[in-house]
T-cell receptor, first 112, second 118 residues
């Protein structure tokens, strides 16, 4: 069964460092998303991406965040200068024409 | 205003019994979709069931069914014959239709933690 894969599963970084989280969406999907879940809280939308550009972003997705799909398969989330409050689980998701959203297993980011 | 509300932070159910997890939503868009996801302690988000706003019948997937009451704007998840492996956090989510300028993103509720007792 096709699935969304994310790497790394867990990353520990120092405050102020840059982090790149990687995702491989399901191959025939066209819509890609990043979500964030701070421990014990609800899942929050960060950004959606379609046709090689951001189609919508939340107020959380400020200038320190960026996304790109450099090679047609990987979909990356970059955090330029991490803060303590960026510690969370980051989920990548993709959807196709049926509209169902499939999530990856998440990347847990810990900022020290 | 909350678009998705899950009023039960925690629920207990006896193994083999049925349980209903509540979800209410708020939208003015006539076209929307409602989703339920399961999040076990390992953290991944597992898709369970989907209901479209125009679907005439309640969605069912194995032991999961969605009690969709459109006029009341509720989309409760019913899990029949609970198993120990059902212990997890459950999230209700909504996606509004294209008329809202929506890009397909989901809006999640706060979640309900379900514990199944042996």
């Amino acid at each position: 069964e096709p699935e969304v894969t994310q790497t790394p599963s867990h990353q520990v970084t120092q405050m102020g460092q840059e982090v790149i989280l990687r995702c491989v969406p399901i191959s025939n999907h066209l819509y890609f998303y990043w979500y964030r879940q701070i421990l014990g809280q609800k899942v929050e939308f960060l950004v959606s991406f379609y046709n090689n550009e951001i189609s919508e972003k939340s107020e959380i997705f400020d200038d320190q965040f960026s996304v790109e799909r450099p090679d047609g398969s990987n979909f990356t989330l970059k955090i330029r200068s991490t803060k303590l409050e960026d510690s969370a689980m980051y989920f990548c998701a993709s959807s196709g024409v049926t509209g169902e959203l499939f999530f990856g297993e998440g990347s847990r980011l810990t900022v020290l | 205003a909350q678009k998705i509300t899950q009023t039960q932070p925690g629920m207990f159910v006896q193994e083999k019994e049925a349980v209903t997890l509540d979800c209410t939503y708020d939208t003015s868009d006539p076209s929307y979709g409602l989703f339920w996801y399961k999040q076990p302690s390992s953290g991944e988000m597992i898709f369970l069931i989907y209901q479209g706003s125009y679907d005439q019948q309640n969605a069912t997937e194995g032991r999961y069914s969605l009690n969709f009451q459109k006029a009341r704007k509720s989309a409760n998840l019913v899990i029949s014959a609970s198993q120990l492996g059902d212990s997890a956090m459950y999230f209700c989510a909504m996606r509004e239709g294209p008329s809202s300028g929506n890009t397909g993103k989901l809006i999640f509720g706060q979640g309900t933690t379900l514990q199944v007792k042996p």
